[in-house]
Every structure is written in structure tokens, then in C-alpha cells.
């Protein structure tokens, strides 16, 4: 079990856990086509809390390498920019059709190159086991985070206003807004 605690090994502990963050991002998307929403939704929230612990142990116990800073940006691009678009265009837009379709279909692959794009750029950024004090743009987390209480007032604010914040959201993941890093 050595391998669990080595930086090389792409099956160590923190890359597990992203492992983890993965299959919930997967088993959130299935459950989301089941319409299934609070299950999709915990489990996406566990893909949270899994990218939050792999992080941590990675750097606690020097486990960070090239592998895992890829790894967790597969993670992240699923668990934090596919699920929360697929669970939105499956639970508000649903039901539209024609032109609103197409709008709301653009806007979604919009969010979602957004998100990939703020991923890449990232990665390209990033040095393994280092931490900025501030991110550049609104993480992939934060933005996931923010169309799920987008999806929560849904009902209240309608599709459109839902349309327009995801745009939002999804030109804030490259905007110049500075985020503390926690």
C-alpha cells in the first residue's frame, strides 16, 4: 500500500479521492437523466466536498504532481461546469422549444467552454503543490455554486432570467475578479 503515499504513483491517496470527486460527477449526470435532482444534487455536492479533501491531502502529505493537477481539473471540468449546465438545461429548459431551445442551447455550450477554457488556462498556470492567495476569475467550484442557487430560485425568476444569469456566471469563470483563496 506504499503506493498510496507516493507523489509518483497516479493511484495515491489524493488522486483516489479526485477519483472519487469523478464518480460522483458521473453517477450525478445518470441520476439527472433519471430526473433524480436531490440525489444528482448530493452527490455533486460530495464531488465538492472530495475536491476540497484531495486538495488538502495532496498538499499535507507532498502528494501533488503533474497527474493529479490534470486529474483534478477532469474533476472539476464534470463535477463543477457539465453537471451543473446538463442539471439545468434538464430541469428548466426541458420543456422549450424552437428558437428558445437554440438560445438556451448556445448559452449552455457557452458555460461550458467557459468552464474548459478556465480550466485549461489554469492548469497551464499552475505548479504542483502551490497555492495562490487570490484566483483570477471565479473558480470552477464557486461558479458550479452559483447556478445551483440559480437552479433553486428557477421557479421564482423563470428560465430567462436563468438564461441570463449562466451567461453571467460563465463570462465571470475568465473575468478579472479577484477571489480570495480560502
Known amino acids: 500500500m506504499q503506493f498510496l503515499w507516493r507523489p509518483t504513483s497516479h493511484f495515491n491517496l489524493a488522486n483516489l479521492i479526485t477519483f ?4 460522483c460527477g458521473l453517477l450525478a449526470m445518470y441520476f439527472i437523466t433519471q430526473e433524480h435532482y436531490i440525489l444528482a444534487s448530493a452527490l455533486a455536492w460530495a464531488g465538492g466536498a472530495f475536491d476540497i ?3 488538502k491531502i495532496a498538499r499535507k502529505y507532498g502528494l501533488s504532481n503533474e497527474f ?12 463543477f461546469v457539465l453537471v451543473p449546465v446538463f442539471f439545468i438545461f434538464q430541469a428548466v429548459y426541458a420543456n422549450l422549444t424552437g428558437v428558445s431551445l437554440i438560445i438556451v442551447s448556445i ?7 467557459s468552464g474548459l477554457r478556465r480550466l485549461i488556462q489554469f492548469n497551464i498556470n499552475a ?3 502551490e497555492v495562490a492567495k487570490h484566483f483570477t476569475g471565479v473558480p470552477t467550484p464557486l461558479g458550479a455554486i452559483l447556478l445551483w442557487l440559480v437552479w433553486l430560485g428557477s421557479g421564482i425568476i423563470g428560465w430567462v432570467a436563468v438564461l441570463g444569469l ?4 460563465g463570462w465571470l469563470l475568465n473575468s478579472k475578479v479577484k477571489i480570495k483563496h480560502l
Open 68 to 79: 493529479g493537477i490534470q486529474l483534478d481539473s477532469f474533476a472539476d471540468f464534470l463535477s
Open 166 to 169: 449562466m451567461i453571467l456566471i
Open 53 to 55: 479533501i484531495d486538495g
Open 127 to 129: 505548479d504542483a503543490g
Open 20 to 23: 472519487s470527486n469523478v464518480t
Open 107 to 113: 448559452a449552455s455550450v457557452y458555460y461550458v467552454i
